[in-house]
């Protein structure tokens, strides 16, 4: 099936900040919002939460713990942001949950993360099906 002559396909304007979706929560709200660009330039707190986000962006697979200990990432700013993907490098750098209150101290030592990893994975789980 074609299309006719007249019909013009219009992609939707491109807008100038990059695409936050993939954070999901608070900065994706905040980046689908007209006025983004303006918002992200008038507010400090808004530039630094979405400039550690950029900084996590560009880390390679293999530098991801070590941008979140640049990031500096406070565990009131975590709960606020509420990034489901925030959530799980928090996760996967710190090796515990989250609770909103204690902060966040990456493993700063491959070894220490390693171990922590096998006592994860060895770990009974129950079935709650």
Not at 67 to 84: D, H, L, R
Not at 101 to 127: G, H, W, Y
Request: hydrophobic share 35%; glycine share 6%.
């Amino acid at each position: 099936m074609s299309l006719p002559e007249s019909t013009e396909i219009k992609l939707p304007a491109r807008d100038a900040s990059p695409s936050y979706s993939h954070w999901g929560g608070y900065p994706s709200i905040l980046a689908a919002l007209d006025g983004f660009t303006d918002l992200r330039s008038a507010d400090p707190s808004i530039a630094a939460m979405f400039d550690k986000l950029d900084m996590l962006d560009r880390a390679p697979a293999d530098g991801v713990v070590d941008a979140m200990i640049q990031c500096g990432f406070k565990a009131s700013e975590v709960s606020k942001i509420n990034s489901p993907l925030l959530d799980g490098i928090c996760k996967g750098s710190t090796g515990r949950d989250l609770d909103g209150q204690t902060e966040l101290e990456p493993f700063k030592d491959m070894s220490r993360f390693i171990a922590r990893v096998c006592v994860l994975a060895c770990r009974p789980r129950t079935n709650s099906s």
